[in-house]
Every structure is written in C-alpha cells, then in structure tokens.
C-alpha cells in the first residue's frame, strides 16, 4: 500500500495510526495493550512493525487477530520461515 492509502484513510475518519513492534506470539498483551490505547476498529488502522512470532505463547493466535482485523504487518527476523 502507499501512504496515501494507509494515513489519510484512517485520519479522514477521524483516526489513529497506532504502531506496535515486536508482539513476539504474545496475543492477549496485545490486545491488552489496544485496548488500552483505545483502539477503535471501525476508524483507527493498526501497523505491526515486525516480529509477529515466536518466544510467546500465542504466535498462531496473533496472526489469525491481524488477519481478522486487517492489520498491516512488516516481516520481522522471527518472522522468517
């Protein structure tokens, strides 16, 4: 996607772009942590900034999230297969 298509979407609709790095397979922190940040699904656009996977115990978990949410991603070196 280009930076017209990620920013201007989720700011036209009153939006955040909230990043997030390193989730490392740790699913229920991350959603611990979007909440706390207030995440709103419908206006806000989530950008995981590498290493999706491995070390915690949720990796197939926080895949199937940011699939299910429209997440983007960036691959990370524990992202590798």
């Known amino acids: 996607l280009s930076e017209g298509e990620v920013m201007p979407t989720a700011l036209a609709r009153g939006g955040r772009l ?3 790095g390193d989730v490392h397979g740790c699913c229920d922190e991350l959603e611990l942590l979007l909440a ?3 995440w709103d699904r419908g206006r806000d656009r989530v950008v995981l900034l590498g290493d999706l996977v491995n070390k915690g115990p949720k990796s197939v978990e926080v895949v199937r999230l940011a ?4 997440f983007l991603a960036v691959r990370g070196n524990h992202d590798e297969a």
Do not use: D, H
């Open 18 to 20: 909230i990043l997030v």
């Open 36 to 38: 706390k940040a207030g």
């Open 67 to 70: 699939r299910r949410e429209n």
